[in-house]
């Protein structure tokens, strides 16, 4: 029998859940259940981050006091991300999609474009809660955080590759091959630096050894 843990974080709770593959058969146990709510953080929406990592340390505690586990990986809320520099820390709590500076970004980008214009320099629709709008107004607002970080990881991929303590060359990428584009205030459509978006890695994974050591490390935490 083989043991998996998953982490699901919606836009309103989180689960760690267990998957059992024995037999030809698959199953899957919920072991912890979380609230994910936002945070407000200089009048903008954050993600709370640490919180999460807090919950997520006592799911998997629960996990491993039921068996080995194979493998551990992280899902999320897909739009919403993280800028890092190097294996530093993060730049800033990440913006969730309900953050108002979606909306305003993709109403500036819409007076800007015309939406065939937009999904022909990305291949998605005009939709104001995409990852693009949220890029948007980075560039716009906060164009000193794309030019000094060096990675740009979703939350699930954040959680799973530095979150799990295990860091990797690059992390994979669910980006389509099709470049994202930015607006800056001059008007023209610019690619971000492709250093941001890394090359899929397959060793993005926990390893088995990986795994190991976070279990022998949370097999005696006290757990709700």
């Known amino acids: 029998m083989s043991n998996y843990l998953a982490i699901d974080l919606g836009a309103e709770s989180g689960r760690v859940i267990l998957a059992q593959l024995k037999a030809g058969k698959f199953t899957m146990k919920e072991v912890h259940r979380f609230s994910n709510g936002a945070i407000t953080a200089n009048g903008t929406l954050r993600w709370d981050i640490i919180r999460i990592f807090r919950e997520i340390r006592i799911g998997l505690a629960k996990g491993a006091k039921l068996g080995p586990i194979k493998s551990v990986a992280c899902d999320s809320w897909g739009v919403d991300y ?78 799973t590759v530095y979150g799990l303590r295990k860091l990797a060359a690059s992390a994979r990428r669910i980006l389509p091959d099709v470049k994202i584009f930015f607006v800056p205030t001059g008007g023209r459509l610019h690619s971000i630096k492709n250093i941001l978006f890394s090359e899929r890695n397959p060793e993005a994974n926990l390893l088995p050894a990986d795994i190991a050591t976070i279990a022998d490390a949370l097999a005696d935490s006290p757990v709700r």
């Open 82 to 159: 993280v800028l890092l520099k190097g294996d530093g820390p993060l730049l800033s709590l990440p913006f969730t999609y309900r953050d108002e500076r979606s909306f305003k970004a993709y109403e500036l980008a819409m007076r800007r474009f015309s939406q065939k214009e937009i999904f022909e320099g990305t291949g998605i629709a005009s939709i104001s809660i995409n990852t693009l709008y949220q890029l948007f107004d980075d560039a716009e607002n906060r164009p000193e955080m794309l030019q000094f970080a060096d990675k740009f990881l979703l939350i699930g991929d954040y959680i």
